[in-house]
């Protein structure tokens, strides 16, 4: 199965996550996309970090009954922080029939020769990736193993979520509402 890996905090997983992950599934030949939850990013503080159960809940929430998107957790049981390199290792270990695609925005394609071993993922797996607002093209865009998709983009990040959670200003229409009871009700980031 052919199979895209949108790796993310998800702190918390909003709309924009989730037409991305869905568009891509729909207009790509990926016959699914896992949501990868990624305990600490390597490039991110983790004092912002809601726990990873709570995070990766939402992630099952957001997703509800979508067949083709799926919750992963596989970097909960990895050596932290985590290194995309060492992931995509253990899925092609743990899942042999399975091929890996990277799904990234374009800002991560700009830093890309910055990750850890940046060239084994190129070696080994395809890489998609979806145009960000003020995507400039980088040196990787002409990569044979890289394509570069069309996809709807929002202007929602999860820390203006969390921003707007902390000033008690509404998340409605952010947040899946499933999402969005979840966070109300149990007061996270408030």
């Not at 990868?36 to 912002?48: A, G, Y």
């Not at 042999?96 to 990277?102: I, N």
């Amino acid at each position: 199965m052919k199979i895209g890996l949108f790796f993310g905090s998800f702190n918390p997983i909003h709309t924009g996550h989730m037409i991305i992950a869905n568009h891509i599934v729909h207009w790509s030949d990926l016959e699914q996309v896992w949501l990868v939850v990624t305990p600490l990013n390597p490039f991110k503080k983790s004092s912002n970090l809601a726990p990873d159960h709570e995070r990766l809940h939402m992630v099952h929430l957001a997703i509800n009954e979508n067949y083709q998107l799926r919750a992963c957790d596989i970097e909960f049981r990895l050596p932290k922080p985590s290194y995309t390199v060492d992931t995509l290792a253990h899925l092609r270990e743990k899942y042999p029939q399975h091929e890996f695609t990277l799904i990234m925005g374009g800002d991560n394609l700009q830093s890309f020769h910055k990750w850890k071993n940046h060239e084994v993922i190129l070696q080994h797996h395809d890489i998609m990736v979806y145009k960000r607002p003020d995507y400039v093209s980088g040196k990787f865009q002409d990569h044979p193993n890289i394509e570069i998709v069309e996809a709807p983009l929002m202007e929602i990040s999860s820390s203006f979520i969390r921003k707007s959670i902390r000033e008690k200003k509404s998340i409605q229409y952010l947040v899946p509402e499933e999402v969005r009871k979840y966070i109300e009700s149990n007061m996270i980031y408030g």
